[in-house]
């Protein structure tokens, strides 16, 4: 089984910090990119940011650019997201995913069971 988990969600003002962790574990797979994806209340899920796992590329979308970071520590199969200037907007349900080699690039395969951020004003 792959395992993805994530930690360290929670309530913080605007304005404010968190970085989020996602650790895999379970039986080792390949893989291409780890990304961060959210769910707001009535939203569709959306992309956050991505990493490549080789490389270590990063894509971010635009109504996180400048604000948030994603970095990886390859020898510890995590995956981070350090959230800056957190806005109301931003409060949403976080959800950690592994691009894998099962569907080729772009897919992701794995997810997990994601974590809660809310922002206050």
């Known amino acids: 089984q792959v395992q993805l988990v994530e930690s360290g969600g929670g309530l913080v003002q605007a304005g404010g910090s968190l970085r989020l962790s996602c650790a895999t574990s379970?039986?080792?797979?390949?893989?291409?990119?780890m990304g961060w994806f959210r769910q707001a209340p009535g939203k569709k899920r959306e992309f956050v940011a991505t990493i490549n796992w080789s490389a270590g590329n990063t894509q971010y979308a635009d109504s996180v650019q400048g604000r948030f970071t994603i970095s990886k520590d390859n020898a510890k199969n995590t995956v981070y997201l350090q959230m800056n200037s957190l806005k109301p907007e931003d409060t949403a349900v976080y959800y950690c995913?592994?691009?894998?080699?099962?569907?080729?690039?772009?897919?992701?395969?794995?997810w997990g069971q994601g974590t809660q951020v809310i922002v206050s004003s």
């Open positions: 379970g039986r080792t797979f390949s893989r291409y990119a």
């Open positions: 995913a592994a691009d894998g080699v099962v569907s080729g690039p772009g897919t992701y395969d794995y």
